[in-house]
């Protein structure tokens, strides 16, 4: 079981925070299958056409969390946002790699709406994930790391952490951690996509929406979801 929440004095700051949250379990990853792959594929495609020649930081979605990012003292173009760096990829590449299954779904969704996506395997958090301002002595483990670097956050920066300070996501939206990432046998999930920009409850709305039906189309499961914002802090299935 699992339980996500945001601490109140990080909302009191960003009060246009909302969070779109899934709690999942009993669900399965591996490789993509050849039909989800095709939809992420052309969506790939409505998406470079849709953007055109309009900048990145000119979306609503991304100059908000540009606007967030500096708010807790991170330079948005050294550290860009997770919707940002995946679309600078796609126009700047042409496309973005497929890994398995549950990512490919979360960025299909992330590029559709600019808006971050990410899916957390809750095998290692240890009580609630919380997303706070660290103290700076928390631990991360950098994904991709052959010899799973541990590093500290900045005091101060955004996080996800859990009860033991085990950090699953440095700069709010920026990169998460080897612990979160979803593997082959990954069967329990947290899933997040957040806004911050006028008009997001909507966005986040649709999102979630398309994350929850592309869910039960190719992972089954059974799945808790909420909506979280400075008035609604915590959501569990526990």
């Known amino acids: 079981m699992s339980s996500f929440e945001y601490d109140p004095a990080l909302l009191a700051r960003f009060p246009r925070t909302v969070g779109g949250v899934i709690l999942g379990h009993g669900l399965h990853n591996g490789p993509t299958p050849p039909a989800l792959l095709e939809r992420y594929r052309q969506e790939q495609q409505a998406v470079v056409q849709h953007l055109g020649d309009t900048p990145l930081s000119q979306l609503p979605s991304i100059s908000a969390w540009r606007g967030v990012f500096s708010g807790f003292g991170v330079e948005p173009t050294k550290y860009r946002s997770a ?3 995946l679309l600078r990829r796609l126009t700047k590449k042409g496309d973005i790699p497929s890994i398995n299954l549950l990512v490919d779904l979360g960025n299909l969704v992330s590029i559709r709406y600019a808006l971050p996506v990410a899916i957390i395997d809750t095998s290692q958090i240890a009580g609630s994930l919380i997303v706070k301002s660290a103290a700076g002595t928390e ?4 994904l991709k790391e052959s010899e ?29 951690s080897e612990n979160s990432a979803a593997q082959p046998d990954t069967t329990g999930v947290i899933i997040t996509t957040e806004a ?22 190719y992972a089954g499961g059974t799945y808790t979801t909420g909506i979280l914002d400075a008035h609604n802090l915590r959501i569990s299935d526990l």
Request: hydrophobic share 40%; with cysteine; net charge negative.
């Open 83 to 85: 919707p940002e760096s």
């Open 139 to 142: 631990r991360f483990t950098v």
């Open 148 to 176: 799973n670097t541990v590093e500290h956050p900045e005091a101060g920066e955004v996080i996800f952490s859990d009860a033991n300070d085990l950090v699953f996501a440095r700069r709010w939206c920026w990169r998460q």
């Open 196 to 217: 911050q920009h006028a008009g997001g409850r909507g966005d986040i709305e649709a999102a979630l929406g398309d994350l929850l039906s592309l869910l039960k189309e």
